[in-house]
């Protein structure tokens, strides 16, 4: 008799620990969407489900950094390849020393500027030199929530909304697809 009551409330405390994540959740996502607007009664909002989704962790977050910045360095040298290839256009055209000799000089530069952009390497990563490449920065909580805004039809809404590990910040939110 004794074991059971130890097993009961051993279940009643797991079940109240599983809980208490969900309604952190609940209560920061809540803050988020209804801050400076109505209260939560004015609004009729309610969560209809939610659940965990997946995490950002120091490696994922590595690597869009990355791939953020291999996609504007390849914009970047599109442009000054242009631009290199109107200064050749415009030598094919000239016919002064002292023009040909400026363009010639421009060409050389843009060149030097372009090799010097393929050599570099991403400088937004300095914040992560210590960190563990498994240590999480974000929970991802997708969201299905409805609300009635005053005179309106009610209002069904998913989103994936990205929150500390803890649960207590919300840092933006995304349309789930």
Do not use: W
Request: hydrophobic share 35%; aromatic share 8%; charged share 30%.
């Amino acid at each position: 008799m004794k074991n059971v009551i130890y097993l009961l409330i051993a279940v009643f405390l797991v079940s109240c620990g599983s809980n208490s994540s969900k309604s952190n959740y609940e209560k920061t996502i809540t803050g988020y969407l209804l801050k400076g607007s109505d209260t939560k009664e004015n609004l009729n909002f309610k969560i209809v489900e939610m659940n965990e989704h997946g995490t950002v962790t120091v490696a994922d977050s590595i690597a869009y950094l990355t791939d953020e910045f291999r996609k504007d360095k390849e914009l970047i040298i599109k442009r000054v390849e242009l631009a290199k290839k109107m200064s050749e256009t415009l030598l094919a055209k000239a016919k002064k020393q002292s023009d040909i000799d400026k363009y010639n000089t421009d060409i050389a530069e843009i060149s030097n500027t372009i090799d010097s952009l393929k050599n570099l390497t991403p400088d937004n990563l300095r914040g992560y030199d210590s960190r563990n490449t498994n240590d999480v920065l974000a929970v991802i909580v997708r969201c299905k929530y409805s609300l009635v805004p005053p005179g309106r039809t009610a209002v069904e809404e998913t989103f994936d909304f990205y929150l500390s590990p803890d649960g207590s910040k919300c840092y933006g939110k995304k349309r789930a697809k």
